[in-house]
């Protein structure tokens, strides 16, 4: 069909996980045993009748007291799959980071308890689920106090444009009310570059006091056929990024704040765009490693890539990987002496199967590595990799690295020959 509806009841319950455990008294229901137990308990249910919860979220958990403990509810589960696509120790680990929360150990535990109680994995596998949750918290990146995720604004649909309300009066000042308005819209910045395919065009836009980048896509017939026949995962480029903003915002991971998504279709949309906050006070690495890097001491280029490295591995443990990690990609901003990195274009982030992981992880780490290039010492690469993989072997992941470095150089020097950049 061109288009469906679905209409399903209220879960009898006012609030998400993640809203219960944020607000006040929120401590007492964190130290709950009873619904850390239903939760691992839910989670082991699905594993035992085959199911593979992929849109793992706090916010996608609603919790309700009944007598004898808790009863949960889960929601938008259009991407339940069978498993393959994401496993359970992942779901486990991943619906931990989106937590408002660190929990105790207490916690864990009784999570895997509930775990094993369904049915969902043995012993020794309820206890790697335990251990690699809490691991995962210790590594959290830092999230800025003025993230606009602290700051709920309502999602408003008019006329197929969908925006944050806090955004909506701008937008309208500006004459980006509608899909028609924002593909004649002309008076941004243009932020077009040598290779950036013709259908996608970007703009800096200054609303007020506020900057927005717009991403405008007009693709072509045999580009919309070709999505279509992949099943491309939301039907556009832009929808892509727009879900991609807030899974891994709910996942833990700083990214520019979503304004506003429009599609003139569903399924391989003929035209769509995605509007994004400019991140305040923020740089990219590119521009502020060859700047900086060089003025800090042996020790705080050390910190500054244990955070890095912390950060990525964050990052691929939502399952997610990113296909384009340049640091032109990875901005930077201090809160005091704690760098808060951020992920920005984030359109072909997606979730590979478990058994082709591996070589989508390795392509993440060969590309920022090629684009670190020497500002980081091959010893200091190796120390990177070693945080990245906390007690894993790094030897053979350096060399797997290493060898798509040079394919990726190799590629690099005959696209400059093509274009004829320097």
Not at 20 to 37: I, M, N, Y
Not at 152 to 160: F, I, L, S, T
Request: with cysteine; glycine share 8%.
């Amino acid at each position: 069909p061109r288009a469906a509806v679905l209409v399903v009841r209220a879960v009898p319950a006012e609030r998400s996980l993640f809203q219960l455990l944020r607000d006040p008294g929120g401590e007492a229901v964190a130290g709950d045993s009873k619904l850390w137990f239903a939760v691992g308990r839910l989670v082991g249910t699905l594993s035992a009748r085959r199911f593979a919860w992929c849109d793992v979220s706090a916010k996608h958990l609603y919790p309700r007291r009944i007598d004898d403990g808790w009863q949960l509810f889960l929601i938008d589960v259009e991407r339940m799959a069978s498993p393959g696509e994401c496993d359970d120790v992942g779901a486990f680990r991943t619906l931990l980071q989106t937590l408002p929360i660190v929990p105790q150990p207490a916690a864990v535990a009784a999570m895997a308890d509930g775990f094993l109680a369904a049915g969902g994995a043995g012993p020794i596998n309820a206890v790697v689920i335990a251990a690699l949750a809490s691991h995962a918290f210790s590594r959290k990146p830092a999230i800025p106090d003025d993230y606009w995720m602290l700051r709920p604004a309502e999602m408003v649909n008019d006329r197929g444009l969908i925006a944050r309300s806090n955004w909506r009066e701008s937008l309208a000042e500006a004459g980006l009310g509608d899909m028609d308005a924002i593909f004649r819209f002309d008076r941004g910045q243009s932020l077009g570059k040598p290779g950036l395919p013709a259908h996608r065009r970007r703009d800096r836009v200054v609303l007020g006091d506020r900057v927005l980048y717009l991403k405008r896509y007009r693709p072509s017939l045999w580009r919309r056929i070709s999505r279509s026949l992949a099943m491309e995962r939301y039907g556009s480029e832009a929808a892509d990024e727009w879900h991609a903003l807030y899974r891994l915002a709910y996942g833990g991971i700083p990214v520019p704040e979503p304004v506003l998504l429009g599609e003139s279709s569903r399924k391989a949309a003929a035209r769509s765009a995605v509007g994004l906050a400019e991140l305040p006070d923020a740089q990219s690495l590119e521009r502020w490693l060859p700047r900086v890097g060089r003025t800090l001491s042996p020790a705080q280029r050390r910190e500054l890539l244990r955070r890095l490295a912390e950060f990525v591995a964050h990052f691929h443990s939502l399952g997610t990987v990113h296909r384009d990690l340049y640091l032109c990609h990875i901005f930077i901003r201090w809160s005091g002496a704690v760098p808060i990195f951020w992920l920005i274009d984030l359109a072909r982030v997606f979730r590979p199967v478990r058994w082709r992981r591996r070589r989508w992880v390795v392509k993440d780490l060969s590309q920022l590595r090629y684009s670190l290039g020497e500002m980081v010492s091959e010893g200091e690469w190796l120390d990177f990799l070693a945080h990245y993989a906390v007690g894993e072997s790094t030897a053979q992941l350096a060399n797997h690295v290493a060898s798509k470095v040079r394919s990726i150089a190799r590629h690099a020097a005959s696209r400059r020959k093509r274009l004829g950049t320097p």
